[in-house]
């Protein structure tokens, strides 16, 4: 079994391009690109079923505020709110306890 590699956009499509021309042979791909059997397969069926806008990692990116809708702006300043809110709770809470710790020295 071959470990997965990081790979950018084009060699994705490349890796797909190479294992369709050859009759979807998953083997000769692992073997020419040094990529997983899995990973391979996972491309092939994106690539089937989206083409090669599929292949994309999207993975960590967010929509321009431009293009959000007035729901999702709203949506991400309340999780932007609530992620303050237990920033300072915790804060909070930290401070408590080291007025507590400071009174036992006193």
Request: net charge positive; hydrophobic share 25%; proline share 1%.
């Amino acid at each position: 079994m071959t470990k997965g590699r990081n790979t950018t956009y084009e060699e994705r499509v490349e890796i797909v391009s190479y294992c369709i021309e050859h009759g979807n042979d998953y083997t000769a791909a692992i073997e020419k690109y040094g990529v997983s059997y899995h990973q391979i397969y996972s491309w092939v069926r994106k690539y089937n079923e989206r083409g090669a806008e599929g292949l994309a990692d999207k993975r960590g990116k967010r929509k321009p505020e431009s293009q959000m809708t007035e729901l999702e702006k709203l949506r991400a300043k309340n999780r932007m709110l609530e992620a303050r809110n237990k920033r300072l709770e915790t804060e909070n809470a930290v401070l408590k306890k080291l007025e507590e710790i400071e009174g036992r020295w006193r």
